[in-house]
């Protein structure tokens, strides 16, 4: 790839990197360099200090201070790597956040498998998204990931029908509504969030070649600092394997179950436990999954409007879509591991 394709293409995503790959590596000539800062100009926001800032990049001057830090948390380079052969799962896509993930991946041209609980929902979203996107490369396959039965028939599927998968999205989750609460409601709550995500996870990673990614859709409601007990705490930043994992979340059941969770130390949160094990789980997969070149992340949609919100966040679906799909494709591969939220890094 010349110079100047790889410096247009980037500037889409990643001006700082480009101005700064351009600028250090000096491989333009003066013709093309003209040509990339015009390219640049229209790509990038159009304003005056941005177009003065990139002209000065290339000319080798400092940025004003103000825009090198603004240019600098801007998020490292990464080439487009997948074709349209790679594919992407996304759980819970029939509707909500999935659904956009889903069909933001299809229009970036990958193979996108759309799985839900409900098959007719499920290929009504796939269809629709065919039709939005112009993708013939979109594909339903049912789902449940709380049915360890389906978990495994989709499992057996992607086996035969897939080669691989080299993006797994795990956004299905479920949270009960005002007040409910309960044993029953906490079991089903860390079945879906936690369990389901960890089956998903276990029967696809067979499929998952070298640099693939695996996105976990959680939540800043299910942080470290929801714990009260700072036993409970070291237990979570301890875990070691998704068994430790599990049997925090049992613990948490059991603690509902007899009363005693809040002297325990958990709090009232079905759906904060069940992210915080999700959370952790994702932690801990990373590590195991390091030595094959996966990387795992834990992120956070934001505050959403959605059923699951009752339609009350203040983002749109795309905007809750844009920090899973960065993850999916621009994630650095060194964050495996790691909690996003607005495509950074939160700490855990
Ligand atoms: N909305 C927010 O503000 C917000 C904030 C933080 C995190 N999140 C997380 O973002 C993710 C998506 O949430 P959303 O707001 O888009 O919620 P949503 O509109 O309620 O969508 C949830 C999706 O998950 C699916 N699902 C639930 N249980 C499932 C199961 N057992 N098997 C397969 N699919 C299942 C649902 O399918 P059905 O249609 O069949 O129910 C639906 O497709 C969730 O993990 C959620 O915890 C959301």
């Avoid at 603004?70 to 594919?87: D, I, L, Q, R």
């Avoid at 897939?162 to 029953?184: D, Q, R, Y």
């Amino acid at each position: 790839m010349s110079s100047l394709r790889k410096c247009s293409h980037a500037a889409t995503y990643f001006p700082r990197s480009l101005l700064t790959h351009c600028a250090d590596s000096r491989l333009l000539s003066t013709q093309r360099t003209t040509r990339t800062i015009t390219l640049l100009c229209r790509d990038v926001k159009k304003t005056k200090p941005l177009r003065r800032a990139i002209c000065a990049a290339f000319l080798g001057l400092n940025l004003p201070r103000g825009l090198a830090r603004a240019f600098s948390s801007m998020p490292p380079p990464v080439e487009k790597w997948w074709t349209n052969e790679t594919v992407a799962v996304v759980t819970g896509a029939n509707k909500g956040i999935g659904y956009e993930i889903a069909r933001q991946l299809a229009a970036e041209g990958l193979k996108t498998i759309v799985t839900a609980r409900n098959a007719e929902l499920g290929q009504e979203a796939a269809d629709k998204i065919a039709r939005s996107t112009g993708s013939s490369n979109v594909q339903f396959q049912r789902l449940d990931i709380s049915d360890p039965a389906s978990v495994k028939e989709f499992g057996k599927w992607a086996k035969a029908e897939l080669s691989t998968v080299s993006v797994l999205v795990n956004n299905a989750g479920i949270a009960f509504k005002g007040n409910t609460f309960g044993p029953e409601e906490a079991a089903t709550t860390l079945a879906t969030n936690f369990t389901g995500t960890r089956a998903v996870c276990e029967s696809v990673l067979p499929l998952m070649p070298e640099q693939s990614r695996i996105i976990n859709v959680c939540s800043l409601a299910g942080k470290l600092r929801i714990i009260k007990s700072n036993a409970l705490k070291e237990r979570f930043e301890g875990a070691s394997s998704p068994d430790k994992v599990a049997e925090l979340g049992q613990e948490y059941v059991n603690g509902v179950k007899s009363g005693a969770f809040s002297e325990q130390g958990w709090p009232g949160s079905m759906y904060g436990v069940s992210k915080l094990c999700e959370a952790t789980y994702t932690r801990v997969l990373a590590e195991q999954c390091r030595s094959k070149g996966i990387s795992v992340y834990a992120c956070c949609p934001g505050y959403v409007a959605t059923d699951m919100s009752s339609w009350r966040g203040h983002k749109t679906t795309e905007q809750g879509a844009q920090t899973p799909v960065w993850l999916s494709l621009h994630a650095p591969l060194d964050g495996t591991g790691k909690f996003y939220s607005d495509c950074k890094e939160e700490p855990f």
